[in-house]
DNA sequence: ATTTGACCTTACAGTGACTGTAACCCTTAC
DNA sequence: GTAAGGGTTACAGTCACTGTAAGGTCAAAT
């Protein structure tokens, strides 16, 4: 399988693909006569787990650590689960302060009228003294 | 008034202030007889909105885009309402995002004994062919 | 047989919004 | 005089890719 074919598979990019091979995220891949990468069930497997950790929002390097977790027979849970529930409390963090900017946007839009005129809450409230 | 005092006023640090002033989002500041760059209130007022600006999500860019707005006596507040509501929008994307992942989250860490076992239903969830 | 187009390769630059580091100059206090 | 703590510039690093360039390979159509 060649990389166009595995990253429609894995819902990844070729690039990022490439791009995660060359930070050792996953072991390089075999190459075939022709020099290209190729793919097989076993190499899919690492992709879609680094993909479905990036998605949950991991970082790289995290996703990373996972993986090796995920293939280490000696591992205990506890160490997989305090790194999810570490980011867990920053994807908590992180909804919070987008929760308040977003009710301080509404806020502000709903005041402003939208129209022709030069008036605006919002810019007021940018500049404004009174926040 | 200096860079230090300026940047604990604003509540931005020197380097983020030097940055914008070499990315023009502000007026190059005038400099004293040593070339300290100097701040006096209207300097600090621009200053305030982009970190304002920058507080509520607005990229850069963006809050460039507002603060030339804000200085624009013929601006229509239609313009600011827009990319606000095109914000706010975004931010809203942004935390139903969150949202499914944290659900997905915590509904895995709920799963995990976090012990000493090797046994995990986050990693399960990572690598398992039933998502 | 050739050409076209879609794929593959590497290498390097760019993104956004800073932050870190190095090397140097200036000011103030002791 | 010297040491600490400012200031200056310039350049590299962060994160996780994405874009671009320049070229090699492959399969199918002409």
Request: hydrophobic share 10%.
């Given at each position: 399988m060649n990389i166009a074919e595995a990253a429609k598979y894995t819902g990844l990019s070729s690039k990022t693909i490439r791009y995660y091979e060359q930070e050792k995220i996953i072991p390089p891949a075999k190459r075939g006569d022709n020099g290209y990468r190729q793919y097989d069930a076993d190499q899919l497997a690492l992709l879609v787990f680094i993909k479905r950790a990036r998605d949950l929002g991991f970082s790289l390097s995290d996703s990373h650590e996972l993986l090796l977790l995920s293939l280490?027979?000696?591992?205990?849970s506890a160490v997989v689960k305090q790194k999810a529930v570490q980011h867990l409390n920053k994807v908590n963090d992180q909804i919070m302060q987008l929760q308040k900017m977003r009710d301080i946007l509404e806020g502000v839009v709903g005041l402003?009228?939208?129209?022709?005129?030069?008036?605006c809450p919002i810019l007021d409230k940018l500049s404004g003294a009174s926040q």
């Open positions: 280490d027979p000696e591992r205990s402003c009228s939208g129209d022709s005129r030069a008036e």
